[in-house]
Nanobody
Framework: QVQLVESGGGLVQAGGSLRLSCAASGRTFSRYAMGWFRQAPGKEREFVAACDWSGSSTFYADSVNGRITISRDNAKNTVYLHMNSLKPEDAAVYYC?????????????????WGQGTQVTVSS
């Protein structure tokens, strides 16, 4: 069982930056690929970014590529989402998720554990 707790969301102006953090419980964090998804009101949950167990292999949605970076610190059981040049369309609830595989996925149904989410609001 893995518990995930996100933090770092908030209100930011367009063009600004935020860093989201996701702290995971348990001693086997390095056995999980990690991902971030987001969901805006009235829209489906969508893939944002993911990384493999080591963080060396990363994947991004086209809409965020070049502006958002995923990283992890296995010693701290934490995964991060560094977001720059934020746009109003980036506003959503951001969810951290863990997959019981070493390799990441961009499909939400392939993830096993989800956090409660953290709200990101971007003002224009």
């Amino acid at each position: 069982q893995v518990q995930l707790v996100e933090s770092g969301g908030g209100l930011v102006q367009a063009g600004g930056s935020l860093r989201l953090s996701c702290a995971a419980s348990g001693r086997t964090f390095s056995r999980y690929a990690m991902g971030w998804f987001r969901q805006a009101p009235g829209k489906e949950r969508e893939f944002v970014a993911a990384c493999d167990w080591s963080g060396s292999s990363t994947f991004y949605a086209d809409s965020v590529n070049g502006r958002i970076t995923i990283s992890r610190d296995n010693a701290k059981n934490t995964v991060y989402l560094h977001m720059n040049s934020l746009k109003p369309e980036d506003a959503a609830v951001y969810y951290c998720t863990a997959r019981g595989r070493l390799v990441a996925s961009m499909y939400p149904h392939e993830y096993d554990y989800w956090g409660q989410g953290t709200q990101v609001t971007v003002s224009s």
